[in-house]
């Protein structure tokens, strides 16, 4: 849908780097994500806490902060520049960390259910509440896990950046979405779900609401798609039944990719619709699960053309075929 080439070979030598241990950032003892540590960061956002507790204090399940280091403030006056030909825009936006669990160095791959359902509610209703304003155009929000996918602290801890722009890999995807239908009058998620359904070759897990798959043409061996059965291009629309059945697959594939790859470190994106109405009916949104097992070289980045040994149906065969 984004017109992206693959070479899958196979040369052995080009087989995945197997991280021997999982990689993590170095341990913090004085770690600011831990209960009875709020002090040291921002007022909380929003947190999912005992009833009896208050806000900021150690009684909370979930919490959801401005990042102390933001990459956009919310404070800043939208202004659009030219400078000669290039386009400049005024750093507004929001930039904010979801602190999954209280406990330390708990993986997402750890967490129960019920755990993970608490992490996609607080997504859902960061969106909600940034859609109200009127100069953000689009919400992404994403995991870095482990020191090599770019993690800087071992708390359990995903990101938000709310932005005045669509980023390019959405944009992407929302012109392949958009000549699709344009064609055929389908949502091309929609009928990836379809086609990969009747096939079976590259089906990870499935609920009732959910496909994981592994993409026709993965960036790297083993990436991971989550695609809602039911055509929706919102994230924040989704129901209760839904988030149940999003914890459930979720924790599936993560569980899947640590046993198939032993516990690696990992980047998620959740690749959602932009705020304006008119991609309603051409989106899917859903989610990215890209394992850092490979290294990527000056192919990759000169080319936007990746290259690895693993087809997509031996990667998908082999994760469903395992004992979780």
């Not at 993590?24 to 956002?45: Q, W």
């Not at 280091?69 to 202004?79: G, R």
């Amino acid at each position: 849908m984004v017109d992206r080439w693959v070479i899958i070979t196979d040369d052995p030598t080009l087989s995945p780097a197997i991280p021997r241990t999982a990689a993590s950032v170095p341990e913090d003892l004085y770690c600011p994500f831990c209960p009875g540590n709020e002090h040291l960061c921002p007022p909380e956002i929003l947190a999912n806490r005992r009833d009896d507790s208050q806000a900021n204090d150690p009684q909370w399940k979930l919490r959801v902060i401005p990042n102390r280091s933001p990459l956009l403030v919310i404070e800043e006056d939208l202004k659009r520049m030219g400078e000669g030909i290039y386009d400049k825009v005024t750093g507004v936006g929001a930039n904010e960390v979801i602190i999954e669990t209280p406990v330390h160095a708990r993986r997402q791959a750890d967490m129960d259910e019920d755990e993970l359902e608490n992490v996609f509610w607080a997504y859902r209703d960061r969106i909600i509440d940034l859609k109200k304003d009127s100069r953000m155009r689009s919400v992404l929000i994403y995991k870095n896990s482990g020191a090599e996918a770019g993690a800087t602290l071992e708390h359990s801890y995903s990101l938000l950046l709310a932005l005045p722009i669509v980023p390019r890999d959405i944009v992407e995807e929302l012109r392949g979405a958009e000549k699709h239908y344009a064609y055929k009058e389908r949502c091309i998620y929609c009928d990836i779900v379809r086609q990969e359904i009747q096939l079976e070759l590259r089906i990870v897990s499935e609920t009732d609401s959910f496909l994981a798959i592994e993409p026709f043409a993965p960036r790297v061996p083993f990436e991971t798609w989550i695609i809602p059965k039911r055509h929706s291009s919102r994230f924040e629309e989704i129901d209760s039944k839904e988030v149940g059945d999003l914890a459930t697959i979720f924790r599936d594939v993560l569980l899947r990719l640590d046993r198939a790859l032993n516990r690696p470190p990992f980047n998620y994106a959740l690749h959602n619709a932009p705020f304006d109405k008119s991609y309603d009916k051409i989106y899917h949104w859903h989610m990215e699960i890209i394992p850092r097992i490979g290294i990527q070289g000056g192919l990759e980045w000169g080319s936007d053309l990746y290259v690895h040994s693993t087809a997509p149906e031996d990667a998908a065969a082999f994760l469903k075929g395992l004992v979780i």
